[in-house]
């Protein structure tokens, strides 16, 4: 098992570790509902270093990852960062990605932990079977990636930079602090403003000290604190984010998951366009009308909390399964995702969720449950 470079960090702050993905990580620190809160109203940061982090580089870089992505690489800019699918040839889903354009040939994709392995053989199947030239380097045990988010974390960043509290959603820039090389993005995975940052494992340390200098973590009122995989969860929930081996996989059709802004059909017709691995399976799904079932938010009445894999009914019969459920630290009402028939998924339609020891009633709901106020 993988121990992340923060992994003292997290035993000095009292983390309970678990096994996630083969990394040992924090779940959790003080609470969960407590670390959503602080995260929510203030500031949290995440380790999370098990996601893969993979420089794609070469004549080819763009073409290959053109075959991989479902958005388009070519259009993108250095410093942009660009969400999006990776889909099998069946319109399944490989993976979700982030992938950063540093220069014209120079990429870097951050991938799921858990599917790491998986998705540096695809990147090597796809170059091989294009003759393509590009080199595909796995940078992740030599990096670390933490996340900072929540309301005030840009305020807290405005302090060493001017720039990074600049930067657009989904940009990014490299800073050099000291003899530190950083890859701050303007991204992240709780519905809140903030930043990820990515630099060599042996400087995090010195990085986290510098960061928290004036910081005090265990204050009750701190502006920062560590938050853990558990808060990530509830985050992210709250903020309608698809995760993977829930609201994507490999059986699940990329045009049921709510991402359609990630997945472009025609993107291939533009100039140096790639037709995508998966394209020709998802525009058959669109001419049939599209998928059977779609992800849809529920919200449920009393504090019992939906699991993934329970049936959702609607009018009698069986309409759909809950993928990921919670109770709202935000909203203080359980709530969940679930794919449902197309039919059924109207906001406002009465739904029951069959939690083996009774029913839950509950409504459809548009996704996502929380935005984040607006400055």
């Keep these: 098992m993988h121990r992340s470079p923060l992994h003292s960090f997290h035993v000095e702050h009292g983390a309970r570790l678990v096994d996630f993905a083969g990394w040992e990580m924090p779940m959790v620190y003080s609470g969960i509902h407590e670390e959503h809160r602080q995260v929510r109203e203030s500031g949290g940061v995440f380790d999370v270093s098990h996601m893969g982090r993979v420089k794609i580089g070469g004549r080819h870089a763009r073409r290959l990852l053109e075959r991989v992505c479902t958005r388009r690489i070519g259009d993108m800019e250095p410093g942009q960062c660009r969400y999006s699918l990776a889909c099998n040839e069946r319109g399944g889903v490989h993976d979700d990605v982030i992938v950063y354009r540093m220069d014209d040939d120079d990429f870097m994709v951050v991938v799921n932990g858990a599917n790491r392995d998986k998705m540096l053989a695809h990147f090597e199947r796809v170059r091989s079977a294009g003759d393509l030239s590009a080199k595909i380097e796995d940078t992740t045990l030599k990096t670390a990636m933490v996340a900072l988010q929540g309301p005030k974390v840009l305020d807290l960043i405005g302090r060493f ?79 309608g984010m698809p995760l993977y081996g829930h609201e994507l996989g490999e059986e699940i059709n990329a045009l ?120």
């Excluded at 005090?216 to 929930?237: H, M, V």
């Design 256 to 375: 049921s998951c709510g991402v359609d802004f990630a997945i472009s059909l025609d993107k291939h017709a533009a100039e140096g366009g790639e037709r995508f691995i998966g394209l020709d399976a998802l525009e058959r799904t669109k001419a049939e009308g599209g998928p059977a079932r779609v992800l849809a938010g529920v919200e449920f009445e009393g504090k019992r909390t939906p699991r993934q894999g329970m049936k959702v009914h609607a009018s009698g019969r069986e309409v759909g399964e809950v993928t990921s459920g919670c109770l709202s630290p935000t909203l203080g009402v359980p709530i969940a995702m679930a794919f449902v028939d197309r039919a059924a998924s109207e906001v406002g339609t009465a739904v029951e969720v069959d939690t083996g020891k009774g029913m839950l009633g509950g409504r459809i709901r548009p996704l996502p449950f929380y935005k984040r106020p607006k400055a």
């Design 161 to 239: 930079s001017k720039e990074i509290p600049t930067l657009k959603r989904y940009r990014f820039t490299v800073k050099n602090l000291l003899v530190l090389k950083l890859i701050v993005s303007r991204t992240g995975y709780t519905g809140e403003d903030g930043v990820e940052v990515i630099l060599p494992s042996n400087a995090i340390e010195m990085a986290m000290k510098l960061l928290l200098k004036d910081v005090d973590l265990r204050a009750q009122a701190a502006l920062l604190k560590p938050a853990g995989l558990g808060a990530r969860d509830t985050l992210r929930l709250e903020a």
